[in-house]
């Protein structure tokens, strides 16, 4: 499989630093552990996952290729994108100050929210098409490349951002306070705020 697939290797580390490095996703996964606990964030972990790989197979299957050309369609889904983000971080950012020992009965985000969000996120269908068009070759394999790629991405996100879930489980050792909590909060709220706006900012 490998000697007809030479571009695999460099994938899995492309996958890993994209996984690994703080962006929107990473954060409401840090933030959704810190405030619920480690399981809390394991349904947005499999959610984003599970949909950045269906969107590597769909845009490789040719399927959804046509929604990263169309400007109207990109404006739109950049958008709605960032209205949710932003809708997420006052959300975190006005949580009531709680003692993070005590059971927090607030919204979570959850695995469909987490899939919806990279569904409607311009920046993981590029992604997407970037994958499919530098790492998927051609030929008669290039449909199997990009099952590969696919199931290479999901499973690579998941320790990945398995990663910024400890963190947050762990950080709860600092955060036992509810002004302290409710500090980190913030911060992760207005990190998310700019990780939404920078993507459209020019």
């Known amino acids: 499989m490998f ?19 703080p962006g929107p996703t990473n954060i409401l996964v840090l933030s959704n552990s810190a405030r619920y606990g480690l399981s809390a964030a394991i349904p947005i972990i499999l959610g984003a996952g599970a949909s950045a ?23 739109a889904m950049q958008w709605l994108g960032v209205a949710w983000l932003s809708y997420l971080a006052w959300q975190i950012f006005s949580a009531p100050a709680v003692d993070v020992t005590a059971q927090d009965t607030g919204a979570r985000l959850g695995l469909m929210g987490a899939a919806s969000l990279q569904l409607i996120n311009p920046k993981t269908w590029m992604m997407a098409l ?14 199997i490349h990009v099952v590969y790629l696919s199931l290479a991405f999901f499973l690579i996100s998941l320790p990945c951002l398995g990663v910024w879930a400890l963190l947050g489980a762990g950080s709860t050792r600092w955060l036992r306070a509810p002004g ?23």
Do not use: D, K
């Open 180 to 202: 302290a909590m409710q500090r980190f909060n913030r911060c992760m709220a207005l990190l998310l705020l700019v990780s939404a706006w920078l993507s459209v900012l020019p």
């Open 3 to 21: 000697s007809s697939f030479p571009t695999f290797v460099p994938f899995l580390l492309f996958a890993f630093v994209a996984a690994i490095t």
């Open 53 to 75: 790989a269906t969107l590597v197979l769909v845009v490789g299957t040719g399927v959804g290729s046509s929604l990263t050309t169309l400007p109207g369609v990109q404006i």
């Open 130 to 143: 970037a994958v499919v068009s530098v790492f998927a070759g051609g030929g008669e394999h290039r449909l």
